[in-house]
C-alpha cells in the first residue's frame, strides 16, 4: 500500500498571506489528523476528520481549519499567516478505531516570512 | 499540552551499546506508541503498547509500560548510526465524540557514534 503523502512538500509565505496544505491518506483509511511541529512548543494536535465530520480539535485559534472529502483526503487552511506559524506540519492516517496506529506523512515545511 | 516527557532530552552513545529512553504521562491512556523521527521528516512508528500489557518487543526494541507510575521506556539493543534520530513517545487517550488523540512528548534526540 501507498504511505501517507502531503503536498506541498515546501512553502514560503508572507505574513498575512493563507495556505491550504494537503494530505493523503493510506488506502481505506478513514481518520486523517493534522499535527504542527515547532521547536519551541514540540509536536501539538490541530483537529482530526474521520467520514468527513470533525470528530476532535486542538487548542488552536480559529484561522486553522480544515476538511475531510469523501475519498478521506484532507486539506488544512491557515488563514492570516504569522510569523508563528513558521512549522512543519504532518498528518496521520489511521483506520479511526480507538487505539489504531497512526501512519505519518513526510509533512509540509511552512515558513512564513 | 504536553502528556508524555521524555528523558534525557539527549543521549549520545557508542555504536553496539544500548540506548534506553524513558517517558512520564500524567492521564490514564489507552495505549502508548513510540515513533522515531530522522532529522525534520515524518514520523515513523515504532511499536505500540495497550494499557493492559507490560512489556512488548519488536527487533532491537524492547519497550515497557507501568501504568502505576505513569511511565513508559524504550529501549533499543546493539545500536547503529542508523538509529540516529529524534524518538517521541505518544499518549493515546480517549478525548471524546469517539475520538482517541495521540499526544506527543518533546523527544529525545539520540546520536550513535560509528
Known amino acids: 500500500k501507498a504511505g501517507v503523502t502531503q503536498t506541498p512538500r515546501y512553502l514560503i509565505k508572507t505574513r498575512g498571506q493563507q495556505v491550504t496544505l494537503s494530505c493523503s491518506p493510506i488506502?481505506?483509511?478513514?481518520?486523517v489528523s493534522w499535527y504542527q511541529q515547532t521547536p519551541g512548543q514540540g509536536l501539538q494536535f490541530l483537529f482530526e476528520?474521520?467520514?468527513?465530520?470533525?470528530?476532535n480539535k486542538g487548542n488552536f485559534p480559529g484561522r486553522f481549519s480544515g476538511r475531510q472529502f469523501s475519498n478521506s483526503r484532507s486539506e488544512m487552511n491557515v488563514s492570516t499567516l504569522e510569523l508563528g506559524d513558521s512549522a512543519l506540519y504532518l498528518c496521520?492516517?489511521?483506520?479511526?478505531?480507538?487505539?489504531?496506529?497512526?501512519?505519518f506523512g513526510p509533512g509540509t515545511r511552512l515558513t512564513v516570512l | 499540552s504536553q502528556q508524555g516527557e521524555e528523558d534525557p532530552q539527549a543521549l549520545s552513545i557508542q555504536e553496539g551499546e544500548n540506548a534506553t529512553m524513558n517517558c512520564s504521562y500524567k492521564?490514564?491512556?489507552?495505549?502508548l506508541q513510540w515513533y522515531r523521527q530522522n532529522s525534520g521528516r515524518g514520523l515513523v512508528h515504532l511499536i505500540l503498547?495497550?494499557?493492559?500489557?507490560r512489556e512488548k518487543h519488536s527487533g532491537r526494541l524492547r519497550v515497557t509500560l507501568d501504568t502505576s507510575k505513569k511511565s513508559s521506556s524504550l529501549l533499543i539493543t546493539a545500536s547503529r548510526a542508523a538509529d540516529t534520530a529524534s524518538y517521541f513517545c505518544?499518549?493515546?487517550?480517549?478525548?471524546?465524540?469517539?475520538?482517541?488523540?495521540?499526544?506527543f512528548g518533546k523527544g529525545t534526540k539520540l546520536s550513535v557514534i560509528p
Open positions: 496521520a492516517s489511521s483506520a479511526g478505531t480507538p487505539g489504531d496506529t497512526q501512519y
Open positions: 488506502s481505506g483509511h478513514r481518520s
Open positions: 476528520y474521520f467520514s468527513e465530520t470533525q470528530r
Open positions: 492521564t490514564s491512556i489507552n495505549n
Open positions: 503498547i495497550r494499557s493492559n500489557e
Open positions: 505518544a499518549t493515546d487517550a480517549y478525548s471524546g465524540a469517539g475520538s482517541y488523540q495521540l499526544t
